[in-house]
């Protein structure tokens, strides 16, 4: 990706969206999302504002669900097409100057990998080493209630932090290391324009009390990143759930999930005074290359903001101060799919399945998720696979009916029309985009912070309260106007008191006088 006016990295500027492929757009019928679909798709992403998406795996894996359980490392997920589909996808995004990145699993591969199968069944195989075993398993371990050491059927037993079909690999063996390294090549030099690199603070463990974001992970991402970037306008974000602002430093992975801001921000839009002042000081100290969001494909992160905004008042109004804030705050946004048009979580479901429905495009029975059922008869004689009009592979969100692309699209007043305003103004106004953090303060529950890029300042007010606020600008320079750019329309206004109706957003350019 040329970044736009040859300054600058794309990714410092972009608003990214989180794509679950499995669950985006089934092109072909069977009930699976897939590439293709993601591709016609692009017009909608491009419209929405975005510039970018993350694609969780897509790559062959033994789970067929989330991706994360890798059994090849160069190769496209079956169910999601072939290579000719991504480097279409890829060449599409980029004409609409859409970046894509895809996560990238380097802590463990599926215990069905090859490398894996050959090191479990014979010691000597010299894969053997690519993994960690011990001989008897050691003992007192325990991570997130569970024991990590797993007994192997032909000897040993195997370290597995996220469970027995994902084994760790053993990342002190440089020759691992050498493979991933070439790995993230080879989906470079198609053109990928970064990674999201899964699970970072797991790479290396030291003992049974030191397994979790060890120096020695910290050092090995920066390795990583380094290897990204050295190709131009390259991006590397980190999942580190450990420490997210010691992640986001450009000595270890340039960038990092906002993991707890989330939280904060969805109960400043709830109206909680202490979350209102937690948002309005994170970026006094955490890096503008905080990757933001408000919920994403793993439970631990909550679930889909409508169901967070269920049992308050005026859930609606709050979906969206909570959309706006990190929207207009600091951070790279990422937003996950379906989360701009309100969509819900699948009730009823394990563990991070509710969060991962089908997206809901329209009204259809099939939530133009795939392709209508067809009915005539001619198309009886046609080729086309005999998996074709399967079901979704999921349960459609409950409320597709009323919050789809398609229905919300025709509503001005709807979650996603709020969305793309937002987008909008985020990408119209460097000080928005990029620029720096200035005056965060809370007066009840307002919160009011500016952002600034070059000669351009802009100033943000939300009232999260259920009353009218007032927020005094006392300490702007007298003189100082405020022309409107959040709602349009309002006339401008010298610095004096804003009156800022129950639940709403002014935004405002400020411009001092010149003397
Ligand atoms: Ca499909
Ligand atoms: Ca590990």
Redesign the pocket.
């Known amino acids: 990706m040329a970044s736009s006016d040859g300054t600058g990295h794309w990714w410092q500027r972009a608003i990214i969206y989180q794509v679950y492929p499995r669950s985006f757009q089934?092109?072909?019928?069977?009930?699976?999302?897939?590439l293709r679909?993601l591709t016609q798709r692009l017009d909608y992403l491009q419209d929405l504002g975005i510039s970018g998406i993350w694609l969780m795996p897509i790559t062959p894996s033994a789970d067929r669900d989330h991706g994360y359980a890798t059994t090849d490392y160069r190769g496209i997920e079956a169910?999601y097409g072939n290579m000719a589909d991504f480097e279409e996808l890829l060449r599409q995004a980029h004409r609409r100057g859409i970046g894509v990145i895809v996560d990238y699993v380097i802590n463990h591969s599926a215990a069905e990998h090859p490398f894996f199968q050959e090191a479990a069944a014979d010691r000597n195989s010299p894969y053997r080493d690519w993994f960690v075993w011990q001989d008897p398993a050691p003992t007192g371990w325990d991570i997130w209630g569970k024991n990590p050491w797993y007994s192997n059927a032909a000897g040993g037993h195997y370290f597995a932090t996220f469970g027995a079909p994902m084994p760790d690999f053993n990342l002190r063996n440089p020759a691992v290391v050498d493979y991933h390294r070439a790995s993230m090549r080879f989906w470079l030099d198609k053109g990928l324009d970064g990674f999201r690199l899964d699970a970072v603070p797991h790479m290396i463990e030291t003992d049974a009390v030191r397994w979790n974001d060890q120096p020695e992970s910290r050092q090995l991402t920066l390795e990583f990143q380094q290897l990204i970037k050295s190709a131009p306008q390259r991006y590397s974000v980190c999942e580190a759930t450990a420490n997210p602002q010691a992640y986001a430093d450009a000595k270890v992975c340039g960038s990092a999930f906002a993991f707890g801001l989330q939280y904060e921000v969805i109960k400043a839009a709830k109206g909680e005074p202490k979350a209102i002042q937690a948002v309005a000081d994170y970026f006094k100290t955490a890096p503008l290359s905080m990757a933001t969001m408000l919920s994403n494909h793993d439970i631990f992160a909550g679930q889909r903001l409508w169901d967070q905004m269920q049992g308050q008042t005026q859930p609606v109004k709050r979906y969206k101060l909570a959309a706006a804030t990190y929207l207009l705050q600091p951070g790279i946004p990422f937003i996950y799919y379906g989360e701009e048009i309100g969509m819900a979580g699948v009730p009823g479901l394990e563990g991070d399945e509710p969060l991962r429905a089908p997206m809901s495009w329209t009204a259809d029975a099939k939530g133009g998720f795939s392709p209508p059922d067809s009915s005539s008869s001619s198309s009886s004689s046609s080729s086309s696979s005999s998996s074709s009009n399967s079901p979704p592979f999921r349960p459609l969100a409950p409320n597709r009916l009323s919050h789809n692309a398609q229905t919300q699209a025709q509503d001005p007043d709807s979650i996603l029309n709020f969305y793309k305003a937002m987008l909008q103004l985020r990408n119209q106004h460097p000080a928005l985009t990029q620029g720096s953090y200035a005056q965060p303060q809370v007066q009840g529950q307002v919160l009011r912070f500016e952002r600034k890029h070059g000669a351009e300042r802009v100033l943000v007010a939300i009232n999260y309260g259920e009353q009218e606020a007032t927020l005094s600008l006392r300490d702007l320079k007298p003189g100082t106007r405020l022309a409107p750019l959040y709602p349009a329309g309002a006339a401008r206004l010298s610095a004096k008191p804003l009156t800022l109706a129950p639940l709403s957003l002014q935004v405002y350019r400020l411009q001092t006088p010149k003397h």
């Open positions: 089934d092109s072909d019928g069977d009930g699976i999302g897939d679909g169910q």
